[in-house]
């Protein structure tokens, strides 16, 4: 491939890289991860509401990594109540699993930024093999995908997916928005009624799916995949063996 094209490539590559380092950072501060519904069970109880009457019974709820908001319905009107995480819930939520989904965003973002400078490089500047050159770019764009972890034996894991795995368990497993709901109330009690990930939970899948599509432009612009064997070795190979 000429290489004006591969400049072009490679630039594209990088603005990738950009734009989700971008997102993962915007969507680390939003209250867009999950958004739902809370069912003041103690008061739709005790007025035995159903039907339309329910309606007035539940509140909303939205948060995201730090802080959040939810609206209690108790038949009295709304009530908007602001919360934090950081130090307000610490002591009711699972927080080793809430302090991991921030490492492993930071981790993505820290990568992702590495890897567009590496992009730019080969673009504009002189690389060398390995590190810098073509070995180097899908070594930076599989970083940002994938983090090794340690435990029982060494695992590399999807970092988007992780994030999105371990928050998936913190709001569904540990019933993380039935906790904020909950928070210090001794009065009511709050249900989840319905429950779902909203948009920053989404841009983390979709900025890993792009580092993906920087390996197939890496490909695109001429070089092969690492540890794969050109037809030519693999020939060569082949007729020395039968010499021998």
Request: aromatic fraction near 14%.
């Amino acid at each position: 491939m000429p290489a004006p094209q591969k400049k072009i490539l490679f630039c594209l590559a990088g603005a990738f890289s950009f734009v989700c380092a971008l997102g993962t950072a915007a969507a680390i501060g939003t209250q867009l991860w999950v958004k739902g519904t809370i069912l003041c069970k103690t008061g739709a109880l005790l007025v035995n509401a159903s039907g339309p009457e329910l309606e007035k019974f539940i509140g909303e709820i939205r948060y995201g990594l730090f802080h959040g908001e939810r609206v209690r319905q108790c038949g009295l009107g709304e009530r908007p109540f602001q919360f934090s995480f950081f130090p307000d819930l610490l002591k009711i939520i699972p927080a080793s699993i809430h302090v991991s989904v921030i490492l492993f965003c930071t981790v993505l973002i820290i990568f992702t930024l590495v890897g567009m400078g590496f992009f730019l490089y080969n673009a504009f500047g002189s690389p060398y093999e390995t590190l810098h050159g073509p070995m180097g770019l899908y070594l930076w764009s599989f970083i940002a995908c994938e983090y090794p972890l340690q435990a029982a034996h060494p695992l590399q894991r999807s970092c988007g997916c992780l994030i999105m795995i371990l928050f998936s368990s913190e709001v569904k497993i540990h019933h993380l928005s039935e906790k904020i709901a909950n928070f210090k109330e001794k009065s009511f009690t709050f249900k989840t009624h319905s429950e779902q990930f909203a948009d920053s939970f989404w841009i983390i899948l979709a900025c890993s799916l792009v580092q993906f599509l920087n390996m197939l432009l890496i490909r695109l612009a001429g070089f092969e995949f690492p540890f794969s064997k050109p037809k030519d070795s693999e020939a060569a190979t082949g007729a020395a063996d039968l010499m021998y």
